[in-house]
Every structure is written in C-alpha cells, then in structure tokens.
C-alpha cells in the first residue's frame, strides 16, 4: 500500500529546488506571521517554569504548518497515487493546529485538547488501512492501541520537548532529513517518497532563522502539537514497512529518552504530569548556565549521528540488526549524560530572547 508518492521530484536538482522553495516559504511566512503575533500582541510571557527572560511572539506554527502541509498537498497532487489516507493525515494535522492555537490564544481544559488529539489519531489510524505497526505479532486491535497510545505520546512529548530556543526546529530538520534519506537509499519497498520527511524538514530550516538563540518568534503549540503529529504519522509509516522499524526508532530517540525519562521521574515523585515544569536534561543544563545554542548545538550533533545510524540501519545483516539501535542509544546516553552534569566552561548568562 503507498500512502505518499511524488513522480514531480524526478531528480537531486529537482529535489533541491523543492526543498530551497519549501524553506524560503517558511522563512518568509514566518516574518508576516511574526508581524501579525506582534501586532495582536500574542505573547510568550516569561514565568518561573520559562526559559527565556523577556515576552516573544508565540504563534509561529501559523507559517510552518501550513507551508508543510501545502508542501505534501502539492505533491500529492502532482502524482497520481496519493491515497485518499493522506488527506485523512492533513484533517487531522489541521484539526489540532486549529485546536492548538485556541489554547495559545486562551488555555483551554485538558480534557479538551486530549478529545481532539484522540479525534486526530483516530483519522491517522484509519489512513494505516490494514498495514500492522508491530509486524503481525500482535492482533490487530492490540496493535491498533497501541499504536494510538504510542501516537498520542509522541504528540505530547514533541509539545514538551519544545522549552528552549531552536530545539524543537533542529529535531523537526534531523527527524525529516532522516526520512528523506532513508526514503531515498534504494529500498524500492518503502512507501513515502522522500519529500514526505523533506518538506517538514525544509519548514523547520526556514523557521530556524527566525527561532535560533536569541529566538525572536517561537512555535507555541500550534506550531509544536501539529508537527508532532505528522512527523509521528511519518515514523509510523516507516515502522509499518517491517526492516525500516529500526530508522523510526533511531530517529526521535533523544527527545523519547528525554521526555520519557523526565515524566518516569516525576510519575515516582507523585507529582502532577501534566504541570509544566523545568526538569528536562536540556533545561537542567541551561539552568547551570549554558546557552540555548549551545545545548541545542549539543542535541543537533547528536542527532545527525542518529541520522547516519537510521540511514544504515536496514542495510544491517538479520543478524546483527541490534547494532545500529545499540550505537544510537549510546550516543543519546551520553548526550543525556552530558546534558545532566557538564558545566560550561565560563560562568554567562542564559540565551535570551530579544523584547519584539
């Protein structure tokens, strides 16, 4: 079953121009959003739990989801085999980021946004038709929960995750790099085109400009809930093709530890999870002082090992499969190491973000 295909993107020039074009647009979507956010006064308001110091327009997912999902529309419209799946993926990405910028306007109940993340899973898992994330080994309505739940999981986590300045834009670039390049590296049996993991990468490059240290504008959680949600749809897919399973882990594995990690440890404290807090490896090591470029520089470098890992991973023999995920959990065990107990070198003050 192919979910994605793209015959439009015959060529590495071709594929070039498209993802040039993809971050353009964002960047310059991004400018006019973060005009607009000024304009309404859509703040990030420094609090105890922040780590920034000064009020930042909060919104920017108003650029990058929609040049992400115009990205995969056109396409998918160029091709011809572009299942009617795939426009149950964009429902549901459009559901929560018109969801998501309700609650960065005002928040709303929990109950609430979880209702419409479940609405929104629902959509994607029925875009999966009979293909089994878990290979066979389960029956499928066993499979189909869990998959739900490990869907609903990542949505959040990628919306946790996204505390400090460019982090969640390097993760959303290495995340899609990867899958563009695993999409590309000859197996004729995977089902997205590379473009499907470009063009959400792409989105996030444009937007790195405007969101590296010291950021001017952030994601906010129309930005952060949507794109957790397509790229996990994504890693799904990959998961689904059986020897690809390994890349879908590889990939997101540093914010799945680092998130994962942090809530198991709080769950043992007894304390409130769905508060925000301050206890993430990277905010631990920007509270000992370093910047928020150093430590998404740190998570960037970590990421692109991963990618290599992703990438070679399906080439592995049968029997040494567990070689490419063993190396990547070494590698964000020490990213996670360092993170939680280096200290910088010289004593400054935190990356902050500029008054607009």
């Known amino acids: 079953m192919y979910w994605f295909w793209s015959p439009w993107i015959a060529g590495p020039w071709q594929f070039a121009v498209a993802f040039v074009a993809v971050a353009t647009a964002s960047w310059v979507a991004t400018a006019i959003v973060r005009r607009v956010l000024i304009g309404w006064q859509v703040y990030d308001e420094p609090n105890h ?93 066993v499979d189909r929960v869990l998959t739900a739940l490990l869907w609903l999981w990542f949505i959040n986590l990628f919306n946790f995750m996204d505390g400090i300045d460019g982090i969640t834009a390097v993760e959303t670039i290495s995340i899609g790099v990867g899958l563009a390049l695993v999409a590309s590296s000859g197996l004729l049996h995977f089902p997205l085109d590379s473009i499907a993991g470009a063009a959400p990468a792409a989105a996030a490059l444009g937007f790195l400009l405007w969101n590296w240290a010291p950021a001017r504008i952030f994601l906010g959680d129309v930005g952060s809930v949507p794109l957790g949600y397509l790229l996990g749809w994504l890693l799904l897919v ?108 010289a004593a400054g003050p935190r990356s902050t973000s500029p008054q607009p």
């Not at 998918?76 to 559901?95: C, H, T, Y």
């Not at 692109?304 to 063993?326: K, M, N, R, S, T």
């Not at 190396?327 to 993170?339: C, E, I, R, W």
Request: glycine letters at 6%; proline letters at 7%.
């Open 49 to 141: 739990r922040s780590s920034h110091a000064r009020p930042t327009p909060r919104g920017g997912g108003l650029a990058v989801v929609p040049v992400v999902l115009a990205a995969l529309a056109a396409a998918a419209i160029s091709g011809d085999s572009a299942a009617p799946a795939f426009w149950l993926v964009v429902a549901g990405a459009l559901l929560l980021a018109a969801m998501s910028w309700a609650d960065d306007l005002k928040p709303r109940p929990a109950s609430l946004r979880f209702g419409v993340q479940v609405a929104a899973v629902a959509l994607g898992l029925w875009s999966l038709g009979d293909a089994t994330v878990f290979q066979g080994l389960l029956p499928l309505p």
């Open 238 to 345: 990959t998961a689904a093709v059986g020897h690809e399973w390994e890349a879908a882990l590889i990939l997101p594995l540093y914010y799945l530890a680092d998130a994962s990690l942090t809530l198991a440890k709080r769950a043992l404290r007894r304390e409130k999870l769905w508060r925000a807090h301050r206890e993430h490896f990277y905010q631990r090591a920007v509270q000992r002082g370093f910047s928020h470029a150093a430590v998404t520089a740190r998570v960037a470098a970590c990421n692109a090992i991963l990618v290599v890992l992703a990438v070679a991973a399906p080439f592995a023999p049968p029997e040494q499969f567990w070689i490419c995920p063993v190396l990547a959990l070494l590698a964000v065990a020490g990213l996670l190491f360092m993170l939680a107990n280096q200290r910088p070198p």
